[in-house]
């Protein structure tokens, strides 16, 4: 059972800057497509960027084109998404989530992924 960790949330003003990273201290996530999903208070789950196991592919939301950024560094073993010019809306539980698929391709639906992290809060507020 592959277990996620996800941390690097808070709370930041308007504007500002945070670096969510998702990683595995058991098994190697670099043979896993990874997507990091937000899910507002009283909203569904939805889809903010993914990575193909490849390194080759990546996706990132409409609203969050140009502020978010998904990266790996297997060496690591750890999946980052760097987030700037935060906005309020912004605002919910950050999921990261992985599936076994090899290859060039990632998705950005949840019911697309097996596995799941607890999540880690993000608040962006005056």
């Known amino acids: 059972q592959l277990q996620l960790v996800e941390s690097g949330g808070g709370v930041v003003q308007p504007g500002g800057s945070l670096r969510l990273s998702c990683t595995s201290s058991a098994v190697g996530l670099n043979i896993y497509a990874i997507g990091w999903f937000r899910q507002a208070p009283g909203k569904e789950r939805e889809g903010m960027s993914c990575i193909s196991s490849s390194n080759g592919i990546t996706w990132h939301a409409d609203s969050v084109t140009g502020r978010f950024t998904i990266s790996r560094d297997n060496a690591k073993n750890t999946i980052y998404m760097q987030m700037n010019n935060l906005k309020p809306e912004d605002t919910g539980v950050y999921y990261c989530?992985?599936?076994?698929?090899?290859?060039?391709?990632?998705?950005?639906?949840?019911?697309?992924?097996?596995?799941w992290g607890q999540g880690t809060q993000v608040t962006v507020s005056p």
């Open positions: 989530a992985a599936v076994n698929v090899h290859g060039f391709y990632c998705s950005g639906r949840p019911d697309e992924y097996d596995y």
